[in-house]
């Protein structure tokens, strides 16, 4: 009786048909409201007292309450996913517009560097804020072979920074970007990349957390982030800044 009246309440309001989750949240609502608050605060409360739950009413509301909280959580999830997608699609805008205004002041594009390091974008020289004390990325392993003899002195004289106003200290899932030039056709786990500058969605440096959910990898490339689509499954993305074919 009470799982009729709730539900009759959903179709009288017009919830039927609406999305899963607001149908749920408000179908959970309203069986509360009509069932739970009646049994305990209604002045024939003696009565359904006496009547109480018969078990198979408790096991079929058990079992709509374990398909709502089903529904809700997956609906979450699918959302924070497509928020982390989204946040390291905004990473790559501003990358993209901090690397072409190094480029007008500089005449060539920011070293390659180490994962977690800028290559000069929010200070003149690359630095990490949060390098690691010991490991291969302790240092910013700085290769500017695509750049002039002098290109130090260049930068310390040109650079008109910041072109970023700060280097994101990790990606959306734990793990860091890194900032790659490679001039020609780069391996990475299970493809090969074009030549082009990019900014890697990779894992933390010790690769023990930071990998992207296969799920969310295949969103990004959906979405125009990724362009590694042959290896969708490596835990990674390489989000394209630049071109260099």
């Not at 408790?58 to 997956?74: D, E, G, M, Q, T």
């Amino acid at each position: 009786m009470a799982i009729a009246t709730a539900w009759k309440a959903v179709t009288f309001r017009g919830l039927v048909g609406s999305s899963p989750t607001s149908s749920a949240l408000k179908f959970l609502s309203i069986f509360v409201k009509k069932t739970i608050f009646k049994f305990l605060f209604s002045k024939r409360k003696s009565r359904y007292l006496k009547r109480s739950f018969t078990l198979i009413e408790l096991i079929v509301v058990i079992a709509i309450l374990a398909v709502l909280v089903s529904i809700i959580v997956v609906a979450t999830s699918s959302v924070m996913e497509k928020a982390k997608v989204s946040a390291a699609g905004s990473v790559q805008r501003q990358m993209t517009k901090a690397v072409e205004m190094y480029f007008v002041d500089m005449g060539f594009y920011p070293p390659d560097v180490n994962r977690g390091w800028d290559p000069g974008l929010v200070k003149p020289e690359p630095w990490s804020p949060n390098a690691p004390s010991e490991g291969g990325f302790s240092t910013p392993g700085t290769n500017c072979s695509h750049c002039p003899s002098n290109w130090v002195s260049i930068v310390s004289s040109n650079w008109n920074g910041p072109y970023l106003a700060s280097w994101p200290a990790e990606t959306p899932w734990g793990g860091k970007y890194d900032y790659n030039y490679w001039s020609s056709e780069a391996s990475r786990p299970g493809c090969v990349v074009s030549p082009g500058i990019y900014m890697g969605v990779q894992k933390d440096y010790n690769d023990n957390k930071g990998e992207i959910p296969v799920s969310a990898e295949q969103k990004m490339i959906n979405w125009g982030f990724d362009i590694e689509i042959d290896c969708i499954d490596n835990g990674e993305a390489q989000m394209l800044l630049y071109s260099l074919e």
